[in-house]
T-cell receptor
Framework: DAGVIQSPRHEVTEMGQEVTLRCKPI?????LFWYRQTMMRGLELLIY????????DSGMPEDRFSAKMPNASFSTLKIQPSEPRDSAVYFC????????????FGPGTRLTVT | SQQGEEDPQALSIQEGENATMNCSYK?????LQWYRQNSGRGLVHLIL?????REKHSGRLRVTLDTSKKSSSLLITASRAADTASYFC???????????FGQGTRLTINP
């Protein structure tokens, strides 16, 4: 398996622009997680899905952030409008029911908002 | 606030020595996991220990869990340069289906 795939790997955008991050989980995994990592706040869970349904979005910082999972093999995290404080590395991870606590992480998207 | 707190924040040792990292947490857990993150990469799962287990081994890794003290330790024996990375503990809290990660320990193995 190719593992969790994220795109783009790097994104540089100007404040106010819309940013869309993409994730393809490992085939057969039924949980998908979005995290954000910064030096100041560490690794934070933003939202997670089970069988394409959002279960917990309490970590989403504000209404500028939204996430969707239209099918089992694709998810997006959108920031609109973006702000400099959104600069971070965003990780997607997936896991399988039964071993759902063992998460497989993608390589991350490094977002820079100027 | 973070559920898991790692100690120390940074550790530098010579190749061949053992490295010990500690993790403390606040609430009751289902299990505790350790992950490794190489610079610029995603996290990689290393080992999981359930709340009813006290010790677990995997290759050069040894994990202990003391639920009465709400703490865990990760021991890496006979360290190698390739072990240089950040190590995170993550707790699966009872009643929740998500992991909460600590701030991590930055481990440097000097040749």
């Amino acid at each position: 398996d190719a593992g969790v795939i994220q795109s783009p790997r790097h994104e540089v955008t100007e404040m106010g622009q819309e940013v869309t991050l993409r994730c393809k989980p490992i085939s057969g995994h039924d949980y998908l997680f979005w995290y954000r990592q910064t030096m100041m706040r560490g690794l934070e869970l933003l939202i997670y899905f089970n069988n394409n349904v959002p279960i917990d979005d309490s970590g989403m910082p504000e209404d500028r952030f939204s996430a969707k999972m239209p099918n089992a093999s694709f998810s997006t995290l959108k920031i609109q409008p973006s702000e400099p404080r959104d600069s971070a590395v965003y990780f997607c991870a997936s896991s399988l029911w039964g071993a759902r606590y063992e998460q497989y992480f993608g390589p991350g998207t490094r977002l820079t908002v100027t | 606030s973070q559920q898991g707190e790692e100690d120390p924040q940074a550790l530098s040792i010579q190749e061949g020595e053992n490295a010990t990292m500690n993790c403390s947490y606040k609430t009751s857990i289902n299990n505790l996991q350790w992950y490794r993150q190489n610079s610029g990469r995603g996290l990689v799962h290393l080992i999981l220990i359930r709340s009813n287990e006290r010790e677990k081994h995997s290759g050069r890794l040894r994990v202990t869990l003391d639920t009465s003290k709400k703490s865990s330790s990760l021991l890496i024996t006979a360290s190698r340069a390739a072990d240089t990375a950040s190590y995170f503990c993550a707790t699966a809290i009872q009643g929740a289906q998500k992991l909460v990660f600590g701030q991590g320990t930055r481990l440097t193995i000097n040749p």
